[in-house]
């Protein structure tokens, strides 16, 4: 059986990954549909409102530091302390000329306080303040709408509720919020050789790892997974697959069986079901790439190699997803340029995703390739936490040489 070929480098007819992601991205647009969440099930969905300020934030200015709060203009000298304001409970009374307050950390500056001095550069004697540093005016008082002035928008519409969101969201008092709904991804695998977890492997199986892998994927999105388990390499059955998942999800995934082997049937399938590309991508690994639509759901047959798998997923299938999602750009996965940390082997003709650890260096941080870098080997993925990407036209790339490093760490 014909699979995914990684030592048959040159493909004059393979698709770029750009002329891809171009093609995906343009396919995907959101929702016209939005839902009112409560704040705390928000998290992970993407926002279809633009969230406006009422009031400044801070609403009204408070102290930066626990210390003692005064009146520049009353000069330089001592000061006697008067009161207190602690979070929570403001000051209420007025200061005297050469008087002076405690005051801690998010309590209101009262209206004649107009410096805030660190307790460690004070000295208290009684009720007798002296100061160790020079009182200037604003010091230490966060002032009313330094984060945001009264109306600004604090959160776009397509921002991506992570936590630091919803903490936005929730210093404006919101208890809830008009998010786009979640995706409904159905998945499956397919593939004779697939057994499932739990149960014994009888001669020539292997287990099913694509299935749990795109699982963990989708849940990260706050995506809706659909599991449509294991399929066989039947015509009947994919066929089965397919039509059930595009009548209850959003985005259909499927692994293995888009090659041009003998037991590959999903292009054919999908030219029956629906409207397809057949890709063979000018990558490695990830050879083989199906996208399309089957009724009103987007479709991503992606190889079976489980590495091919989740390269695919990160560069096509998650970008579609952020997008589909309602979230506004970016959606590739970000990237920077880092030294190769030794000689990175690599044959001209695809563009190579080798999985690559980040390595501290004197100089600064540099990046090395972890484990082998062929598309059946899982244990390298999981140790690595980035992709390197190489370009297509690349050789041997020299110890040194800036690579672009895809991180895969901390990705939703
Ligand atoms: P295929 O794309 O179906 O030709 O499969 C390519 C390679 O990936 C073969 O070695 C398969 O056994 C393997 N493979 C396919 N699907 C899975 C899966 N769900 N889990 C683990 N390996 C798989
Ligand atoms: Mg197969």
């Given at each position: 059986?014909?699979?995914?070929?990684?030592?048959n480098?040159?493909?004059p007819?393979?698709?770029?990954?750009?002329?891809?992601?171009?093609?995906?991205l343009?396919?995907?647009?959101?929702?016209?549909?939005?839902?009112?969440?409560?704040?705390?099930d928000?998290?992970?969905?993407?926002?279809?409102?633009?969230l406006?300020?009422?009031?400044?934030i801070?609403?009204w200015?408070?102290?930066?530091?626990?210390?003692?709060?005064?009146?520049?203009?009353?000069g330089?000298?001592s000061r006697?302390?008067?009161?207190?304001?602690?979070?929570?409970?403001?000051?209420?009374?007025e200061?005297?000329?050469?008087?002076?307050?405690?005051?801690?950390?998010?309590a209101?500056v009262?209206?004649?306080?107009?410096?805030?001095?660190?307790?460690?550069?004070?000295?208290?004697?009684?009720d007798?303040?002296?100061?160790?540093?020079?009182?200037?005016?604003?010091a230490?008082?966060?002032?009313?709408?330094?984060?945001?002035?009264?109306?600004?928008?604090?959160?776009?519409?397509?921002?991506l509720l992570?936590?630091?969101?919803?903490?936005?969201?929730?210093?404006l008092?919101r208890?809830?919020?008009?998010?786009?709904?979640?995706?409904?991804?159905?998945?499956?695998?397919?593939?004779?050789e697939?057994?499932?977890?739990?149960?014994?492997l009888?001669?020539?199986?292997?287990?099913?790892?694509?299935?749990?892998?795109l699982?963990?994927?989708?849940?990260?999105?706050?995506?809706?997974p659909?599991?449509?388990?294991?399929?066989?390499?039947?015509?009947?059955?994919i066929?089965?697959?397919?039509?059930?998942?595009?009548?209850?999800a959003?985005?259909?995934?499927?692994?293995?069986?888009v090659?041009?082997?003998?037991?590959?049937?999903?292009?054919?399938?999908?030219?029956?079901?629906g409207q397809?590309?057949?890709?063979?991508?000018?990558?490695?690994p990830?050879?083989?790439l199906?996208?399309?639509?089957i009724?009103?759901?987007?479709f991503?047959?992606?190889?079976?190699?489980?590495?091919?798998?989740?390269?695919t997923?990160?560069?096509?299938?998650?970008?579609?997803?952020?997008?589909r999602m309602?979230?506004?750009?970016?959606?590739?996965v970000?990237?920077l340029?880092?030294?190769c940390?030794?000689?990175l082997k690599?044959?001209?003709?695809?563009?190579?995703?080798?999985?690559?650890?980040?390595?501290a260096?004197?100089?600064?941080?540099?990046?090395?390739?972890v484990g082998?870098?062929?598309s059946?080997?899982l244990?390298?993925?999981a140790q690595?936490?980035?992709l390197?990407?190489?370009?297509?036209?690349?050789?041997d790339i020299p110890?040194?040489?800036?690579?672009?490093?895809?991180l895969?760490?901390?990705?939703?």
């Amino acid at each position: 059986m014909a699979t995914c070929c990684d030592d048959n480098e040159h493909d004059p007819a393979a698709k770029s990954v750009a002329a891809a992601l171009e093609i995906i991205l343009a396919a995907a647009s959101p929702s016209s549909h939005s839902e009112v969440r409560a704040l705390d099930d928000a998290s992970d969905r993407v926002l279809a409102e633009d969230l406006r300020t009422e009031q400044p934030i801070p609403a009204w200015p408070n102290s930066a530091m626990d210390g003692y709060g005064l009146r520049c203009s009353d000069g330089p000298g001592s000061r006697r302390c008067v009161g207190a304001a602690f979070a929570g409970h403001p000051f209420t009374g007025e200061l005297g000329p050469g008087e002076c307050i405690r005051i801690m950390t998010g309590a209101p500056v009262p209206a004649d306080v107009d410096c805030v001095v660190p307790q460690e550069q004070c000295e208290r004697q009684d009720d007798r303040v002296e100061f160790r540093s020079a009182l200037r005016p604003g010091a230490n008082i966060r002032q009313a709408g330094e984060d945001l002035p009264a109306g600004a928008v604090a959160l776009a519409r397509g921002t991506l509720l992570r936590p630091a969101a919803l903490g936005v969201a929730a210093s404006l008092g919101r208890t809830e919020l008009r998010v786009y709904p979640a995706l409904r991804v159905a998945f499956f695998s397919t593939g004779d050789e697939l057994q499932g977890l739990g149960a014994p492997l009888a001669a020539g199986q292997i287990y099913d790892s694509n299935r749990h892998m795109l699982r963990a994927l989708l849940g990260r999105l706050g995506c809706q997974p659909l599991d449509l388990g294991r399929v066989a390499d039947e015509p009947a059955a994919i066929r089965q697959a397919l039509t059930e998942a595009a009548a209850m999800a959003d985005v259909i995934l499927s692994t293995g069986g888009v090659s041009v082997g003998e037991a590959d049937y999903i292009s054919a399938l999908l030219q029956e079901l629906g409207q397809v590309s057949f890709w063979k991508m000018n990558m490695k690994p990830g050879r083989p790439l199906a996208f399309g639509t089957i009724g009103s759901a987007h479709f991503f047959g992606l190889p079976g190699n489980p590495v091919s798998t989740v390269v695919t997923f990160y560069e096509f299938v998650r970008p579609f997803l952020l997008k589909r999602m309602g979230k506004t750009e970016p959606w590739t996965v970000p990237s920077l340029r880092l030294p190769c940390a030794t000689t990175l082997k690599k044959k001209p003709g695809r563009t190579d995703f080798q999985r690559g650890r980040l390595v501290a260096t004197a100089e600064g941080w540099q990046v090395a390739p972890v484990g082998a870098q062929s598309s059946h080997i899982l244990s390298g993925l999981a140790q690595a936490q980035c992709l390197m990407v190489l370009p297509a036209e690349a050789g041997d790339i020299p110890a040194g040489s800036l690579v672009e490093v895809q991180l895969l760490e901390g990705l939703v």
